[in-house]
């Protein structure tokens, strides 16, 4: 993805970072089934999470949801996690 970490809080990262933490275990269950470690621990489980959705956030502002169901379909047909890199952006 190689996208820049926003200096501000847009729209579509706002709504991944807002989402109530017992909602996001549709994502961390679905990342363990496709072979991610995913720490057992609840603040683990949130963060692999989060740490999987902010990426679309940021490069797929319009349709993030979309992405990352996509990835996690192509996760589980066999792909390889790869992490996104982000850049922090610099002032």
């Known amino acids: 993805m190689g996208e820049r ?4 809080v847009p729209r579509a990262l706002a709504e991944v970072l807002g ?4 909602e996001l275990c ?3 269950l ?4 496709v072979g991610v470690e995913v720490p057992e621990r609840y603040e683990g489980e949130v963060a692999a ?3 999987f959705l902010i990426p679309f956030a940021i490069s797929h502002p319009e349709n993030w949801r979309a ?3 996509d ?3 192509r996760l589980r047909d066999g ?3 790869k992490p996104a890199k982000l850049a922090l952006a610099t002032s």
Request: proline share 11%.
């Open 5 to 8: 970490y926003p200096d501000h």
């Open 19 to 22: 989402q109530p933490p017992h």
């Open 30 to 33: 679905a990342l363990r089934q």
């Open 71 to 73: 990835e996690l379909l």
């Open 79 to 81: 792909g390889t996690f």
């Open 26 to 28: 549709v994502i961390y």
């Open 49 to 51: 999470a989060l740490h």
């Open 67 to 69: 992405a990352a169901a």
